[in-house]
């Protein structure tokens, strides 16, 4: 079965300093991968997503990841974090469904980040 | 982002009670979905829907009930059978040939 592991439930840096956020999922194929970021009480807002191609995807709001298939990861990073970035990041895999993706969802990986 | 739309933002419900959370899209979607989300346990997936008049269920679907009519909502019923129903609900949207799912803003509810 596929399935999405986020390692760390919660991370802390410091405004400007460098964040890289772990993801690895289970999937027999290519998968469909993305990152969410969700303000507290607010919708998930898709950052960025990977379907093929290049493995190093762009987003918004600064953020890239990388797809890298020998380790069947896809880690959301950013080179200098900013107060506003503080939320809840959570990595998705799609699991094809017919026409129909459903997404399976890591169990987040909250940030905290000091001035 | 994907014109979702959710309703009511916070609703409370005396237990046994049945309880409709309504969700509406105006991008001509032709799949929506319905994730259940609780603290630690990222999003499950309750209903979802490819074309109107058709629904599957979940991962999660029991003590749920869905319809689609119209290709504009899809409604998500709470039901009495529901366990442990207190939590905060994400309708989504899907356009047609993409493969990127957009969530609406939630809703929060709570079963006292």
């Known amino acids: 079965a596929q399935s999405v592991t986020q390692p760390d439930i919660h991370i802390t840096v410091s405004e400007g300093a460098s964040l890289e956020l772990r993801c690895n999922y289970s999937?027999?194929?290519?998968?469909?991968l993305f990152w969410y970021v969700q303000s507290p009480g607010q919708g998930l807002q898709l950052l960025l997503k990977?379907?093929?191609?290049?493995?190093l995807v762009q987003g918004i709001k600064g953020f890239e990841a990388e797809f890298k298939r020998s380790q069947s990861s896809f880690n959301l990073r950013k080179p200098s974090v900013h107060w506003s970035d503080a939320a809840e990041y959570f990595c998705a895999v799609s699991a094809e469904a017919g026409t129909t993706d459903k997404l399976i969802f890591g169990t987040g990986t909250r940030l905290q980040v000091f001035p | 982002d994907g014109g979702i739309t959710q309703s009511p933002k916070y609703l409370f419900r005396k237990e046994g009670q049945n309880v409709t959370l309504s969700c509406e899209q105006n991008?001509?979607?032709?799949?929506m979905y319905w994730y259940r989300q609780d603290p630690g346990q990222g999003l499950r997936l309750i209903y979802y829907?490819?074309?109107?008049?058709?629904?599957q269920k979940g991962d999660i679907a029991e003590g749920y009930s869905v319809s689609r009519e119209k290709k504009e909502s899809f409604p998500l019923t709470v039901t009495s059978a529901q366990k442990n129903p207190t939590a905060f609900y994400l309708c989504?949207?899907?356009?047609?040939?993409?493969?990127?799912?957009?969530f609406g803003e939630g809703s929060w509810l709570t079963v006292v």
């Open positions: 829907s490819q074309i109107v008049n058709d629904f």
């Open positions: 989504a949207g899907q356009p047609t040939g993409g493969h990127t799912i957009y």
């Open positions: 990977y379907f093929s191609g290049d493995t």
């Open positions: 999937y027999g194929a290519t998968p469909y």
């Open positions: 991008l001509n979607h032709d799949a």
